[in-house]
């Protein structure tokens, strides 16, 4: 096959801080997808594109050829409207698990293509999978039936969806460029675009237990998906959230969904209800539904059937008991005062050294280690008291996880400034 493009006169036309053209972008994505752009090109490619960026029309152009490498979802069946939400990641965030039922219980179905956790941040199948009997994996026409009937669907996506993203994502894993924003952005909303969803929440994360450190850089980050959704037809809208502490009092896999059907029983940690709630208040929104509290079907019950419904039509026993670490180690407060400090980076690396996480993507991860927090930034607390309980299947995980908890806590006597939770809104 004779190539439209040399691949080198692309990584020339970007490290020499050019536009890349239509056509540049459209063949590099398929060539490279068919093998005919090498490892090692694509790798110099990503890497000037993190060096000297895209501009708006590029970055559109580069999602849409890599929605174009595979196959496109399409709901327009459904006789409900679809919302999809999704976090760029964080420690205990395991706010998908409530959300996903609440918001099919107020009439809105939502196919929720998930991903499993990769360092220090969980996955939504990882911790599903600590439910007896559940699966992750459905053809097409099996979540199109469970939308139909359930209303709410949380599975992995198929090879078939974004294939050039898949392919692209593992070698910006090992080459230095997961960090640009520009193949962030496309990266993510070429599959939620792909997967064909017609209202999209973006919960983007902030601090240290995030992918964007910094304010200004999830700010950018938010407005450029904002903007790729919006002009892909996807009603798109992004909530910038606090991630310097964790989400709720549980990081780790079963016992973040403990933590879940709290929620959905009524009860719960007040951070995780009100991000739940806010989350199914704007896709509501999106998708046009207005009318309907959110907050009532959590009192009422009916987010609980629907997750109910949702765990046993992917083969779950919601009534089994959830796996139980054998081996728990307790941390204790060493000074009195105030809580300033609850490092989310820190307490993410300490779950996954327990085994909640893996290393490399073919790892196993074990659904009984994690974290329990018995204090949050802002409470008061006496020397020796519990702050932290370790759970993992081996206590020989305990040193270790307890290296990455050194500097995880802080307490004094000054005034405690909280951070609110919802730190902005981004729309079109
Ligand atoms: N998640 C993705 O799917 N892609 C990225 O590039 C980063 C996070």
């Known amino acids: 096959m004779t190539e439209s493009f040399d691949a080198v006169d692309v990584i020339r036309t970007k490290r020499d801080r050019g536009e890349l053209s239509d056509g540049q972008i459209d063949w590099v994505i398929d060539a490279y997808t068919r093998g005919a752009v090498a490892d090692e090109q694509m790798s110099s490619l990503a890497m000037a594109i993190l060096l000297n960026g895209m501009n708006r029309r590029e970055i559109a152009r580069w999602t849409a050829a890599m929605i174009a490498s595979g196959e496109r979802m399409n709901f327009a069946k459904l006789s409900r409207p679809t919302a999809d939400k999704h976090s760029t990641g964080g420690v205990g965030d395991k706010i998908t698990l409530p959300l ?21 941040t969980g996955g939504t199948l990882d911790k599903l999978e600590s439910i007896p009997g559940w699966r992750a994996a459905l053809s097409n026409d099996e979540m199109m039936q469970q939308l139909e009937d359930v209303g709410a669907v949380i599975c992995a996506a198929g090879d078939g969806l974004a294939p ?63 903007a790729l959704g919006t002009d ?35 009860g719960g940690p007040s951070d995780v209800i009100e991000l739940t709630v806010a989350l199914a208040v704007e896709m509501l929104a999106a998708a046009g539904v207005t009318d309907i509290d959110p907050s009532e079907k959590l009192r009422d019950g009916s987010a609980m059937d629907a997750w109910r419904q949702m765990i046993s039509a992917q083969g779950g026993d919601p009534d089994a008991p959830l796996p139980v670490a054998p081996e728990t180690h307790v941390v204790t407060a060493s000074l009195s005062g105030t809580l300033t ?7 993410g690396v300490a779950a996954w050294r327990l085994g909640a996480g893996r290393a490399r993507k073919e790892d196993p991860v074990s659904p009984v280690a994690g974290i329990e927090l018995h204090a949050k930034p802002g409470d008061t607390i006496t020397a020796g008291q519990p702050l932290l309980t370790l759970h993992a299947d081996d206590p020989t995980r305990f040193a270790r996880a307890l290296e990455a908890l050194t500097d995880a806590v802080e307490t004094n006597d000054t005034q405690y400034e909280p951070t609110p939770l919802i730190i902005d809104r981004i729309t079109a």
């Open 341 to 347: 400090k609850l490092d989310a980076l820190a307490i």
């Open 164 to 226: 050039a993203d898949k392919k692209l994502y593992a070698l910006r894993d090992v080459t230095g460029t997961v960090e640009a924003i520009p193949l962030i952005a496309s990266s993510i909303m070429s599959k939620k675009i792909a997967e064909g969803t017609g209202a999209l929440v973006l919960d983007v994360k902030v601090g240290t237990g995030a992918f964007m450190k910094d304010l200004a850089d999830a700010r950018e980050l938010a407005s450029t998906m904002v």
């Open 232 to 266: 892909a037809g996807v009603r798109t809208v992004a909530l910038l959230t606090d991630m310097s502490t964790p989400l709720g009092l549980t990081a780790g896999n079963a016992l973040e969904v403990r933590e879940s059907v709290e929620v959905l029983a009524g």
């Open 100 to 120: 996903a039922p609440l918001v099919a219980a107020c009439g809105v179905a939502v196919p929720q293509l998930s991903g499993r956790g990769l360092g220090h």
